[in-house]
């Protein structure tokens, strides 16, 4: 009798396990994993898109106030055109913004670089350090850049 019981209780434990492997609606764990690691990819990839293109906007903004202020004078008769602004301030300016455009070029290719590499590990615990050194390098990298391009808003504005 008791081996009976036993024998009922342990195809009722058995019945819905092996109902669960067959169901094909539930993810198998490396399906999960393989989800989450492409998940994961084309956030970082998203990411650094999305602040690409901020980050153009923001440079084309600051080369229209560059070149507004570096139009030909008005009047031949003012020296630094119709701005007052000296030629080798601006010159200055210019080729910081077209640094940092180079800057910010030089970091996107290593990003999609690294994120290949990432992409290429599998699903290990190494893959995740390095995705989230990415997302911390990038944070950092971005801060940076913000903080040039202020600081070339910041001159611009005292030309005004």
Excluded: C, H, Y
């Amino acid at each position: 009798m008791k081996a009976l019981i036993l024998a009922a209780l342990l195809l009722a434990g058995a019945f819905p396990a092996a109902a669960q492997t067959n169901n094909p609606v539930a993810p198998i764990p490396r399906q999960e994993n393989q989800i989450r690691r492409q998940t994961q990819i084309e956030e970082l990839r998203r990411d650094q898109q999305m602040n690409g293109l901020t980050q153009q906007q923001e440079i084309a903004r600051l080369q229209q106030q560059i070149d507004s202020l570096n139009s030909p004078p008005d009047n031949p008769n003012v020296p630094n055109g119709p701005n007052n602004v000296n030629q080798a301030d601006l010159n200055r300016l210019q080729l910081e913004l077209d640094r940092l455009q180079n800057e910010q070029q030089l970091a996107r290719l290593e990003a999609e670089r690294r994120i290949v590499q990432i992409e290429r590990q599998g699903d290990t615990a190494r893959r995740r350090r390095w995705a989230a050194q990415l997302a911390r390098e990038q944070q950092a990298g971005r801060l940076a850049q913000r903080q040039k391009l202020a600081d070339i808003e910041e001159a611009l504005r005292r030309f005004r």
